[in-house]
Nanobody
Framework: QVQLVESGGGLVQDGGSLRLSCTAS????????MGWFRQAPGKEREFVAR????????VVAASMRGRFTISRDNAKNTVYLQMNSLKPEDTAVYYC????????????WGQGTQVTVSS
C-alpha cells in the first residue's frame, strides 16, 4: 500500500503563487511515476502534470504550461507542483497520484488539497 499526503493548498489572490507537496509512504517512491490532477466543483477531474520516476521527464497540461511546474525529490519521497500566475479558474481540489511498477494507470491517490484563487 502507498499512502499519499498532499499539502500546501490554500487561499491566494489572482496572480499569486502556491507550491503543493505530496509525500508518499514506502521505500520504493523512486520507482513510481507521479502525477497531479484537479477537480473543480461541477467539473470532471482534469490532468495537470506528470513526472517520470527519475524526474527526468515532465509533462504539463497545455492550459497550465508556463505557469505550473512539476518536480520531485526522491530522497524526500515528495513530488511538488509549483503554481505561478494563478487565476480564479485554477480553483479546484488538487490530487496527487502514483503509478507503481506494472500498472498502466495511476493506482494510488491522495486525499486532495483545496486551492482557491480569489479575483
Amino acid at each position: 500500500q502507498v499512502q499519499l499526503v498532499e499539502s500546501g493548498g490554500g487561499l491566494v489572490q489572482d496572480g499569486g503563487s502556491l507550491r503543493l507537496s505530496c509525500t508518499a509512504s514506502g521505500r520504493t517512491f523512486s520507482t513510481y511515476a507521479m502525477g497531479w490532477f484537479r477537480q473543480a466543483p461541477g467539473k470532471e477531474r482534469e490532468f495537470v502534470a506528470r513526472v517520470t520516476s527519475s524526474g527526468g521527464s515532465t509533462v504539463v497540461a497545455a492550459s497550465m504550461r508556463g505557469r505550473f511546474t512539476i518536480s520531485r525529490d526522491n530522497a524526500k519521497n515528495t513530488v511538488y507542483l509549483q503554481m505561478n500566475s494563478l487565476k480564479p479558474e485554477d480553483t479546484a481540489v488538487y490530487y496527487c497520484a502514483a503509478r507503481t511498477m506494472g500498472w498502466s494507470d495511476y493506482n494510488y491517490w491522495g486525499q486532495g488539497t483545496q486551492v482557491t484563487v480569489s479575483s
